[in-house]
């Protein structure tokens, strides 16, 4: 067993997520509504586009679905490719063609990206459009993949290639899973009409291994007050320390360290609420600057206190303790008040929000698995 999986179940308790309640209750009503629903369309769909995110290609996966949707024509989207680490995405390209699997890493914020996808879906199609007049093309994924932006962009390109067609209210986007909890149709095509589904972001009702559910709740896939910020900051620098990233930030700490003690000096006092981009709001660039100088800190911090530790990484006890410091080092970083109610709240908060938008750099979390094998006759 890693020292991370060690770490899990010794600092973050034995958490179970499941339908029935347990320890962590992180299954909503709608959702099983929701999948009866999705269950019952897919086998009307002619194509499937599965919505994962770049960052855990395989633990935001709905295994509930998998059966059903490995019978179907299907493209699984990687969406915020932008956020995955590039080095790596390749492989998993890689994977997925050896698993016989169509797969696109995508942004779905990007025209020309989706457009891609969709050129690749009339490719899957090309036999069924000169037979079937009509044609659907399901949407599905676990919550906050980024279904609801891939069929807005869509809905932008199918306008603009149809601009006589009737007007169709844009999907829901929204910062937390589950905004979306119903199926809605629009169509994207004439002649022959293409329909796209979107569908609720589903997950399963049960996930027995415990770190899938930490990195789903990383994602955001999961809403951060059912597992608890604490919880996930806790897993995402037992992740860091394990994969040893902190100690890539040495040129980031060496370069910034003398302008960062000056701003000390200065007293210069960072606030990070607005760190969350706000809809139809410019980039400030006193904003950007402000950003960029609190994760320059908390690098530097979270690179000082691994470049220093002289334990062994592999042992959980001494991964405990040096996670405990770089919660002090961090709220330090991000000038939070050692008197402050829910500091360590705080901090957790601001640190997960920074990895979220990708501040801290591109990451996969999860690993590739073995290429798969197929026995030749």
């Not at 990206?113 to 036999?127: A, D, P, R, T």
């Not at 601001?350 to 026995?375: C, E, M, Q, Y």
Request: with cysteine; hydrophobic share 40%.
């Amino acid at each position: 067993m890693s020292s991370v999986n060690k770490i899990i179940k010794k600092c973050l308790g034995e958490m179970s997520f499941n339908t029935g309640g347990g320890a962590i209750n992180w299954y909503p009503g709608h959702m099983a509504a929701a999948t009866r629903a999705i269950n019952s369309r897919l086998k009307l769909a002619d194509l499937v586009i599965e919505v994962r995110d770049s960052r855990i290609p395989l633990s935001s996966a709905n295994q509930d679905l998998q059966p059903r949707l490995s019978s179907k024509r299907r493209v699984i989207a990687l969406n915020k490719k932008d956020l995955a680490n590039p080095n790596i995405m390749h492989k998993w390209v890689d994977y997925f063609d050896s698993c016989k699997q169509d797969c696109l890493p995508i942004n779905a914020h990007s025209r020309s990206s989706v457009q891609k996808l969709l050129e690749l879906v009339e490719l899957k199609l090309k036999e069924k459009i000169a037979k079937e007049p009509t044609l659907l093309v399901m949407v599905v994924g676990v919550p906050n993949v980024g279904k609801s932006a891939l069929i807005n962009c869509i809905h932008q390109i199918a306008s603009s290639r149809f601009p006589v067609q009737e007007k169709k209210k844009r999907a829901k986007v929204g910062p937390l899973p589950g905004v979306t909890q119903d199926i809605a149709g629009f169509k994207i095509a004439q002649r022959p009409s293409i329909y796209v589904l979107d569908t609720p972001g589903v997950l399963v009702p049960t996930i027995s291994d415990i770190e899938t559910g930490l990195k789903l709740a990383l994602a955001g896939s999961v809403k951060d007050s059912v597992v608890g910020e604490e919880r996930i900051a806790q897993y995402l620098l037992a992740v860091l320390n394990t994969r040893q990233t902190p100690l890539h930030w040495r040129n980031v700490h060496n370069n910034t360290l003398k302008e960062l003690q000056n701003e000390t000096d200065n007293g210069s006092d960072y606030n990070i609420k607005h760190l969350l981009p706000k809809r139809r709001a410019l980039p400030d660039a006193s904003n950007v600057h402000y950003v960029e100088g609190v994760t320059k800190e908390v690098q530097c911090a979270l690179y000082s206190t691994l470049s220093e530790f002289q334990g062994d990484l592999q042992d959980e006890n001494e991964l405990e303790i040096l996670i405990e410091k770089q919660f002090e080092a961090l709220q330090k970083a991000l000038k939070i008040s050692s008197r402050a109610n829910e500091a360590r709240m705080m901090v957790s908060k601001k640190f997960l929000t920074l990895f979220r938008a990708g501040k801290l750099g591109p990451f996969i979390l999860d690993d590739v698995p073995n290429p798969v094998v197929t026995s030749k006759s």
